[in-house]
Nanobody, 115 residues
């Protein structure tokens, strides 16, 4: 079992920046971020493997950066140039074998982009 603890989130103005963090209780192959608005499907935002291979949704490519510190078992999502459509609840996920992490989930954190 892996526990994921999420921090970050909040309210940010359009064009601003925000960083989310997710600490895992042990080392794990893949970690990533999803987001979901009420009544909508959960959307993959970005993923990263323990080797540093990354994947981004087209909607955030060039604006968001996912990174991880393997010494701390922590993944980060740096969100730059945020837009109102980035407003969602963001979830951290981790997986032992798949590059699309779904085995374990952290609590969601709300990101609201508003002026």
């Amino acid at each position: 079992q892996v526990q994921l603890v999420v921090s970050g989130g909040g309210v940010v103005q359009p064009g601003g920046s925000l960083r989310l963090s997710c600490a895992a209780s042990r080392s794990i192959y893949a970690m990533g971020w999803y987001r979901q608005a009420p009544g909508k499907q959960r959307e993959l935002v970005a993923t990263i493997t323990i080797c540093g291979r990354t994947h981004y949704a087209d909607s955030v490519e060039g604006r968001f950066t996912i990174s991880r510190d393997n010494t701390k078992n922590t993944v980060y999502l740096q969100m730059n140039n945020v837009k109102p459509e980035d407003t969602d609840k963001y979830y951290c996920a981790a997986d032992s074998s798949s590059v699309r992490p779904t085995d374990y989930w952290g609590q969601g954190t709300q990101v609201t982009v508003s002026s």
